[in-house]
């Protein structure tokens, strides 16, 4: 072993390690040259035989092969380390994954909508229990007793036998009367809701869906006035073009009593499916709280007048959102919900 070739081993082991271009060809390179028998080691083991007076020489020598080399090596695996440390785990040029927001049901909405500008007008929203009892349900509404409506095929009944049977409500009109036995007037609420009617569920049909029942209970209340409330409503609501008319009609619990359509706002009257070619569409029962009601909560007729209304919120819906099958409503399905977003 001379110094010549020492120097020339030297060089090829940087060679070496320069041309290495993977973690395993720089094991590769350990394995040959830096484990214990390998070059390098053998190289001390060499020094053994290296004549006395040269050894300081060569032993200086094979150390700073040994260092220089070594050296070179581990920066090579510090370099590999780091590359393999930042290499990303995850793509952060995915696009991100959209969280699922909440949104109003379209029933809510158009509900929600509508007690905005009831609320613009005066009247408070009040709520009422779903679960009722035959006398706010019917007998405090002026309901005789055989009318068909307390019939078992409309009303679900809960506990039929008692005295004062409980029912779940068939409509919101009974929050007028826990309304008219809490306070006094002069009164301005409007009451939305979920009712039931143990009716067959159908395209146009359900047993369970929502009103909103309205109610003015003042001195001298006139029928000109529901009607322009009314009118209002329906302008602010559907439309300032929109065209209506009040047609004649009988509830128990007002006299006089009076449906209100308005014009189709789909064909804007021409006549389409919506409106079933009539080119109206009936929106609304209401009429003059009739004086037994008033009477029934302790309310003078003599000295007090009111006008109540009410109207379904699920065919309203329907209209506006274009949904033929009411059922498709309340079917949870995301894909039809979220277009009303
Ligand atoms: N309660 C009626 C129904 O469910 C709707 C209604 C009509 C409510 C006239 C009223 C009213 O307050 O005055 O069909």
Request: hydrophobic share 40%; charged share 25%; proline share 7%.
């Amino acid at each position: 072993m001379d110094q010549q070739s020492l120097q020339q081993l030297q060089q090829q082991l940087l060679d070496e390690l320069s041309a290495v271009q993977s973690p395993e060809e720089l094991e590769a390179f350990r394995l040959r040259h830096l484990v214990k028998k390998g070059t390098i080691p053998q190289l001390f083991a060499q020094l053994r035989s290296v004549p006395k007076e040269e050894k300081p020489i060569f032993g200086r020598l094979v150390n700073e092969l040994r260092q220089v080399v070594e050296q070179r090596f581990q920066e090579l695996k510090q370099q590999f380390e780091q590359k393999a440390a930042v290499q990303p785990t995850v793509d952060l040029t995915l696009p991100g994954r959209q969280p699922l927001a909440g949104i109003h049901h379209p029933v809510y909405a158009t509900m929600a909508e509508m007690l905005q500008i009831f609320q613009e007008m005066g009247f408070t929203v009040v709520v009422g229990p779903e679960i009722e009892d035959d006398y706010h349900n019917f007998e405090a509404l002026n309901f005789p007793p055989d009318h068909p409506a307390r019939d078992m095929q409309d009303t679900f009944f809960i506990e039929p036998e008692r005295e004062n049977p409980i029912l779940l409500r068939t409509h919101t009109s009974p929050v007028q009367i826990r309304v008219m036995e809490n306070l006094r007037p002069p009164i301005r609420t409007v009451m939305p809701g979920r009712v039931y009617r143990n009716e067959a569920i159908s395209v146009r049909s359900l047993a369970e869906f929502h009103q909103i029942e309205g109610l003015y209970v003042d001195r001298s209340v006139t029928f000109a006035e529901m009607k322009g409330m009314l009118v209002a409503f329906v302008q602010r609501f559907y439309g300032a073009e929109t065209q209506y008319t009040f047609r004649p009609s009988f509830f128990p619990f007002t006299e006089p009593s009076a449906e209100m359509d308005i014009t189709c706002f789909l064909c804007k009257g021409k006549g389409c499916r919506v409106c079933k070619f009539t080119g109206w569409l009936e929106i609304l029962g209401c009429g003059m709280v009739h004086p037994n009601v008033l009477r029934a909560c302790d309310i003078d007729p003599e000295e007090f007048s009111g006008f109540a209304f009410g109207m379904g919120v699920e065919r309203i819906t329907m209209l506006r959102t274009g949904i033929t099958d009411i059922r498709m409503l309340y079917d949870n399905d995301l894909r039809v919900l979220e277009q009303f977003a």
